[in-house]
């Protein structure tokens, strides 16, 4: 081909082509109950069961005609995928840097490519379940959905029972000082002379004074409460016997294993260790504990 325009002169420059584009029927009744009654509506296939949205007037999947079978969505749903946006155009609903999440709404079979807020862009990550904002003046396009925003559980709770398995473990370590034992004491009301009198402590076999057994043994209420399962979670039974003295100035740590989960009531049966500096097993038990339950969503403010 030849390129060679002698009569013919270049003028380096952008053409911009601006072009609407309308929604159609099935689009524009989406859009209506969006900005008339704040509501997410898709089309679902009776052939393969399968619920579209944004919505479409023929099933993509077994090309049935499926233009008339509405269903009402939630307005909560999973991003699957997601990208940020940095730079900026003309046509941005938002200044750049935004995140725009691919949204799997509850009910629905395909995604909604919308802006996700109230989340650090560098906590962003798939998975995170979010709930749609509608916007407070309308403007009969798709953002009469503002954003959607991040929804996070009220409590974090610690592992669910589903989320156990056997096998897994943690400790907390605490050394025993004597200001334990004495509040302890006050707590408790156990004021016994081997563990508030040295000089009768002298006298016993153990040479000096010790902890009360339940000092050492309430080291395993973090475990159990704050860490495995964790936050939620309800001891059923607890049981312990002693294999050596806690001293005064020891290190003692706590362990908690996942060793049974029994599924008929969804609780765990955890084996239970406690050990000083040393090594040495100053305890052994095991407990029966209710793992939380996964709890109800909130969602995050931007």
Request: net charge positive; aromatic share 10%.
């Amino acid at each position: 081909m030849n390129s060679d325009y002698k009569d013919s002169y270049i003028i380096e420059g952008k053409l911009a082509l601006p072009y609407q584009y309308f929604a159609g029927l099935t689009g524009s009744r989406f859009i209506r109950k969006l900005r008339d009654e704040k509501t997410i509506c898709g089309l679902k296939c009776t052939t393969c069961n399968h619920v579209f949205i944004p919505p479409r007037s023929t099933c993509d999947r077994c090309y049935s005609p499926i233009s008339d079978n509405w269903v009402t969505l939630k307005n909560t749903g999973t991003v699957t995928c997601f990208t940020v946006i940095r730079y900026e155009e003309p046509y941005q609903p938002i200044k750049p840097p935004y995140i725009l999440g691919l949204i799997k709404l509850d009910g629905a079979d395909s995604g909604l490519c919308h802006i996700v807020k109230g989340i650090a862009i560098s906590e962003m990550k798939t998975g995170l379940r979010v709930q749609a904002v509608f916007a407070k003046k309308t403007t009969s396009t798709i953002m009469d959905i503002d954003y959607f925003k991040v929804i996070k559980p009220k409590f974090e709770i610690g592992y669910t029972y589903d989320q156990l398995e056997i096998g897994m473990s943690a400790s907390f370590s605490k050394t025993i000082s004597e200001s334990d034992v004495y509040q302890f004491a006050g707590i408790s009301g156990d004021f016994n002379p081997l563990h508030m009198n040295e000089e009768y402590a002298k006298t016993t076999v153990f040479g000096k004074r010790i902890a009360h057994g339940a000092l050492p043994q309430s080291l395993i209420a973090p475990v159990l409460g704050m860490k495995l399962p964790g936050l939620g979670t309800m001891a059923v039974e607890i049981n312990t016997r002693f294999k050596a003295p806690t001293y005064f100035g020891d290190t003692v740590t706590a362990t908690g294993e996942i060793i049974e989960k029994i599924e008929k009531k969804r609780w765990v049966k955890m084996a239970l260790t406690w050990t000083n500096q040393k090594g040495e097993l100053i305890g052994e038990g095991t407990a029966i504990v209710i793992p939380p339950e996964p709890p109800k969503e909130t969602c995050l403010e931007p």
